[in-house]
């Protein structure tokens, strides 16, 4: 009995190892290819979040100083009456 009918394939030995290398070459390399791509969205993801931060920051600080802006001459006008 040889290793092909005990496997239970017709296929020369030889022939499906060349397949079965190339078929695990494949899946490595698109296994890779994702893990690539995770990362890179995943920093891109970091990147735009501390932009979005920044921007936020920045207008929440204008906004806090046009609000006490508005509120200071009104403060003044009330005192002097």
């Not at 009918?5 to 499906?16: D, M, N, T, V």
């Not at 920045?58 to 009456?81: C, L």
Request: charged residues 35%; contains cysteine.
């Amino acid at each position: 009995m040889s290793v092909a009918e005990a496997l239970g394939y017709r296929s020369p030995i030889a022939k499906l190892l060349r397949f079965f290398l190339r078929s695990r070459d494949q899946w490595k390399a698109k296994c890779k290819a994702a893990k690539r791509e995770n990362k890179s969205l995943k920093i891109r993801l970091s990147k735009m979040t501390e932009s979005r931060d920044r921007w936020k920051a920045k207008a929440r600080g204008v906004d806090g100083y046009a609000e006490t802006d508005a509120t200071q001459p009104h403060a003044e006008t009330k005192s002097r009456m």
